[in-house]
């Protein structure tokens, strides 16, 4: 009977370490789970932490961690600020962040953002080109013309322009990547996994709420 008791007591004992154990927060190592951006970038002066996702509509890791980032935004904090920015590598990343901008600024994201990405990687349509990206957009019963229009303007070309400078500028190789307060940048080879990258960036969060 006692063996019994000291069995169980020892494994409770070993349960309240291990609960105690977890409770504690993870720390990350820069240089191994993260890195400083190549230069420090320019955030809001909003008072609040920025996290910016870069990534892009014809990137098969984006669209499958997608609804991840999503369910992962909503448990963020009132002083976290987050953005997606279209990471421009190529000229026709150059045509989809334009698109990306287009549709914010028409009130049309909801029709565009998550059908591109289900068109282009699930229907394995190809729409690089300006032409083959606003037939795409009028089959969502947006105006063609007047979504052109609005892919040209100056406002559109400014976020553009501002898209391919933090990607030239941010140190990030690949996408999706995200960049936390303008200071640290992370992906999910780098920290471990798709489950320790929000924890890794979480620390980020914190890390940055304590500067």
Same mark, same amino acid.
């Given at each position: ?17 291990? =609960?105690?154990? !977890? ?6 190592? %820069? ?8 230069? #420090? ?6 008072? #609040?932490? %920025?996290?910016?996702?870069?990534? !892009? ?17 909503? =448990? ?62 009028? %089959? ?5 013309? %007047? ?21 030239? =500028? !941010? ?18 080879? =780098? ?21």
């Amino acid at each position: 009977m006692m063996r019994l008791v000291k069995t169980l007591a020892t494994g409770l004992f070993l349960g309240l370490i291990s =609960t105690a154990a !977890s409770a504690v927060p993870m720390n990350f190592v %820069e240089g191994t789970h993260y890195f400083p951006t190549a230069e #420090k970038l320019a955030t809001p002066d909003d008072g #609040k932490i %920025e996290v910016v996702e870069m990534f !892009s509509y014809t990137c098969p890791h984006c669209f499958k961690l997608e609804p991840e980032v999503e369910a992962w935004k909503e =448990t963020l904090p009132e002083n976290v600020h987050f953005v997606k920015v279209p990471a421009i590598f190529r000229d026709s990343w150059l045509e989809l962040a334009k698109v990306y901008y287009a549709a914010e600024a028409m009130g049309n994201f909801d029709k565009v953002h998550s059908k591109l990405f289900n068109a282009i990687h699930v229907e394995k349509r190809r729409l690089t080109t300006e032409d083959q990206l606003l037939d795409f957009v009028a %089959e969502q019963g947006i105006d063609r013309d %007047e979504f052109k229009k609005t892919m040209n303007s100056f406002s559109v070309k400014s976020k553009v322009k501002k898209a391919l400078v933090m990607s030239q =500028t !941010s140190g990030i190789t690949g996408v999706p990547s995200f960049i936390v307060n303008g200071a640290y940048r992370t992906d999910a080879s =780098t920290a471990g996994g798709v489950p320790e990258l929000f924890n890794v960036i979480n620390f980020l969060i914190e890390e940055s709420s304590d500067n």
